[in-house]
């Protein structure tokens, strides 16, 4: 089978799983500033080293929220999401890994879930703060913490 001429954008709709194949798609998409890929529930991240505003505003918010997996195009928001309501939904505490080598985005990439999650928990303001400047105001020494473990 060809390969699609956009890339795909879930790996295990390759035909064939290896290597070249893996990173000549992520490329492919990669010069369409389609930078996440998902592999099934896996999602990979290519750090784009420029702002994509368009992919982190409110309306891409809006979209993923109650979206069911893999119905939208793969997103960190995504990922963001369905831990979320697993999370509700089970009544446990839920946990997202975020992997890679140094510079490769995991800080950002975690601002983005940060931020995500902080709209999902809702904009109620306590002490005149909302949830979300509250989480937004903890994540840098959180952040900063975890990366010297
Ligand atoms: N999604 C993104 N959009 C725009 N720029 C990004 C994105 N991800 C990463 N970058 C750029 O790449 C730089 C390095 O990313 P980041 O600091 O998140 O890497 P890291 O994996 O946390 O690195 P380290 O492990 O060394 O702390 C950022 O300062 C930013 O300029």
Known sequence: MEAAAGGVDDM???SYLHEPGVLQNLATRYELNEIYTYTGNILIAVNPFQRLQHLYDSHMMQQYKGAPFGELS???FAVADVAYRAMIHEGRSNSILVSGESGAGKTETTK???????????????????????????RQPVLSHARQL
């Open 112 to 138: 983005m879930l940060m931020q995500y999650l902080a709209y999902l928990g809702g904009r109620a303001a306590t002490e005149g703060r909302t949830v979300e400047q509250q989480v937004l105001e903890v």
């Open 12 to 14: 295990t709709k390759l």
């Open 74 to 76: 793969p997103h960190v």
